[in-house]
């Protein structure tokens, strides 16, 4: 099985130090040397994200630009809608981030309602693009099922999402642990 997000020692060695521009500027130029790989691609708008979304919490945020991190999700948004729209993966990912923290992507255009609402939208969409997708299903059925529909997909998925996340890095642990955690 292949992982979700891209992963090698390049990455690895930048998290643990803490070096969260260095990570994404590594995988902005990955991305824009190979944009067919999807879980590149997947890596860098999941660490943008990551980064933002917790910034307040345990970001060392002295050592960091959050215009930086501001400008790469934008960045990350456009490649998605430009090549990856169709991909249900992409969808519920974005979706996903969109539905999580609405103020990173204010840049759209959009109330933080709308771009709720919009994230909600590309999870059901992610789902009606591939109904055999367990990640989507799962992120589908979390608002859309029945409680005991989402227990049964996340119970039925979860050899799939340690092989999808197996890795030690903060977005493999991050998705591993909702994935399989959050019942």
């Known amino acids: 099985m292949i992982n979700f997000f891209y992963d090698d020692c390049i990455i690895s060695n930048y998290e643990k130090r803490g070096e969260w521009e ?13 944009n067919t790989d999807k879980s590149i691609f997947f890596r860098y708008a999941a660490q943008c994200w990551y980064v933002l979304t917790f910034w307040d919490c345990f970001m060392p ?12 999700m934008k960045s990350a948004y456009r490649i998605a809608k430009k090549y990856y729209w169709n991909d249900s993966n992409c969808l519920w990912l974005f979706g996903y981030f969109m539905c999580i923290n609405q103020t990173d992507f204010l840049f759209i255009d959009k109330n ?11 999870i059901i969409k992610a789902y009606s693009f591939d109904i055999n997708n367990p990640l989507s299903e799962i992120m ?16 039925k998925a979860k050899s799939s999402i340690t092989e999808k996340f197996p890795g030690d890095s ?3 642990c991050y998705f591993r642990e909702i994935f399989t955690h959050c019942i």
Do not use: C
């Open 22 to 34: 260095e990570t994404i500027s590594y995988l902005k130029s990955l991305v824009h040397s190979d």
């Open 112 to 122: 933080i309602l709308e771009i709720e609402q919009m994230g909600n939208n590309l």
């Open 170 to 172: 903060a977005v493999d």
């Open 140 to 155: 589908y059925l979390a608002d859309n099922g029945t409680k005991q529909n989402y227990k049964n997909a996340v119970e």
């Open 61 to 72: 945020k002295e050592k960091l630009s959050r215009s930086f991190f501001e400008m790469n």
